[in-house]
């Protein structure tokens, strides 16, 4: 029973015989006085029935019944115990019996069921291609869904409270093993034609986690009173609370700026922002062996927390590199803005909020000129109540800037066609929140990591070949040996 190749092609089938069959079962009275769609309904209860047959016996011609067999270079002997198998596949759910094996030479070694090795189920239950495209679901709706979806197209099988524990499971091993993954990824990829650059950042983003509340504290809001008996033990108290979780990005640019592909990287509120960095820095390596001597600019916002980024660029990439830091574009003129908004007469007729922009654009220096005319603006304005929104805004404006004065140098960047805006990591928290902040949803670690991870593959175009390399890490050949005399 070997391993599969790497490459596979779905051979040819000829299906008229078997449709002509098929046809003959369910062309009926029923069949005569029924609607279009019901006639539909028909032909998918028919190849459900036929795709759960086959399914079965497919499963059923994989199992073993050696005296001794070799796993993974380790011989197990048969038991007289039988073990079932249950399968969860694309067409229904199968009991399957096979002998139980145990480790040879080991007292009170462990047991294994061959067919879950020769099959490679996934959390010891699911068969590959159902775990796949339930994985794939739960990146974008939750089980409840996903299982309803796959029954209204005739598949799936299990019930709900069942598809969300062992996808949960699966999302688990996913993200315990996402840097494995994200580099089997790039093994598949080719690097697209046109690319000039490498843009990359990171950002957080708010999700809500449920946590457990600490012994005497009260909760947020106080509940209402229960108008009946509550009978069952009342489940320990939680808290919802917003934590920020991180989300990395890495563009390749092509000569306009424009983006020609990216990756999508996540981790949880607890994680160490430290390790996403160093996730990100490998798909620079890898662009870089790819194609040697790409600039790479680095585009965020000016949060204290995320420059773990550049720190592990430039402590990880080579020193010949262009490495260029930026402070994202859009962030900065938000302050400009409100300095308009609360110092310029109304209406900003001296266009003021065009002339910080254009400065900025066109002048390498215009950060330094900007920054000196707001400090003149803070000496000149009157310390009065009137004044006072005016002053926070210049005051806090001075504070963005003063620090990160040395990363507003957009002129040169734009004239490279760096891309000086962390647009595409912004709309990367919102995708990722798209999943993770649905209306009433709330997260345990566990649950919110595993689903990001999926989620970034997806967004990323690399669920397919993620899957395969992890779908063949589940595969196991099971060799028949000859009984010992």
């Known amino acids: ?18 449709a002509e069959r098929l046809f003959a ?18 032909i998918m209860k028919g190849l459900r029935g036929v795709g759960a047959t086959i399914e079965e016996r497919a499963l059923r011609d ?7 067999i070799e796993v993974e270079g380790m011989v197990y002997s048969r038991l007289e115990q039988r073990s079932t198998v249950c399968c969860f596949g694309m067409w229904g759910s199968y009991r399957v019996v096979e002998p139980l094996y145990r480790e040879v030479g080991v007292h009170n070694g462990r047991t294994i069921k061959p067919l879950e090795k020769v099959v ?28 309803k979806q796959l029954r209204r197209l005739g598949l799936g099988s299990g019930e709900r409270a ?57 909760p947020k809001t106080e509940r209402r009173a229960r108008r ?17 979780a991180y989300v990395g ?32 820095r490998a798909e620079v390596e890898d662009f870089l062996v790819k194609r040697p001597g790409l600039p790479i600019s680095i585009v965020q916002d000016g949060a204290k927390e995320l420059d773990v980024l550049p720190e592990t660029l430039r402590r990880g990439t080579a020193s010949n590199t262009h490495l260029y830091e ?60 009137a004044n006072a929104d005016a002053r926070r805004a210049v005051a806090r404006a001075l504070s963005y800037i003063r620090h990160r004065r040395h990363k507003m140098r957009y002129a040169a960047l734009r004239r490279a066609n760096h891309v000086i805006g962390s647009g595409t990591t912004e709309s990367t928290c919102k995708l990722i929140g798209h999943r993770t902040n649905r209306s009433g949803t709330r997260w345990r670690v566990q649950g919110v990591r595993g689903t990001m991870a999926i989620r970034a593959l997806v967004l990323s175009d690399r669920w397919d070949l993620a899957w395969e390399h992890y779908a063949r890490s589940k595969i196991a050949t099971v060799k028949p040996l000859q009984a010992v005399a």
Not at 122 to 140: F, H, I, K, N
Not at 166 to 195: C, D, F, S, T
Not at 331 to 358: F, I, Q, S
Request: glycine content about 6%.
């Open 1 to 18: 029973m070997p391993t599969p190749p790497e490459k596979f092609e779905l051979p040819d089938i000829d299906v008229a015989d078997a």
């Open 25 to 42: 079962a369910i062309a009926g009275e029923v069949w005569a006085k029924a609607t279009f769609e019901q006639k539909q309904q028909i």
């Open 120 to 147: 490679g189920l996934v959390t010891q239950t699911m068969t590959p291609m159902l775990a796949r495209t339930l994985g794939e679901m739960q990146a974008s709706m939750t089980s409840r869904e996903a299982v």
């Open 249 to 280: 990005t890495v563009s390749l640019i092509d000569e306009h700026g424009e983006a020609i592909r990216t990756t999508r990287h996540t981790m949880e509120a607890d994680g160490d922002p430290h390790a996403l960095a160093e996730r990100m």
């Open 326 to 385: 930026c402070t994202d574009f859009h962030h900065l003129t938000e302050y400009l803005d409100k300095v308009v908004a609360t110092c310029e007469p109304a209406g900003d007729p001296k266009n003021m909020r065009t002339w910080y922009r254009e400065k900025l654009l066109h002048d390498e220096h215009g950060i330094d000129h900007i920054f000196a005319g707001l400090r003149r603006r803070a000496r000149l304005l009157p310390k009065t109540a």
């Open 228 to 244: 009946k008996p509550y009978i069952r033990k009342q489940p320990p108290p939680i808290d919802v609370n917003y934590r920020m």
């Open 62 to 68: 994989s199992t073993t019944t050696a005296e001794r």
């Open 162 to 218: 069942y598809a969300a524990d062992h996808v949960h499971e699966l999302e688990n091993e996913i993200a315990e093993r996402i840097v494995e993954l994200e580099r089997a990824a790039r093994a598949g990829e080719k690097l697209p034609e046109g690319a000039a650059s490498i843009s990359l950042g990171m950002d957080r983003r708010s999700v809500p986690m449920e946590e457990d509340r600490p012994a005497g504290q009260p």
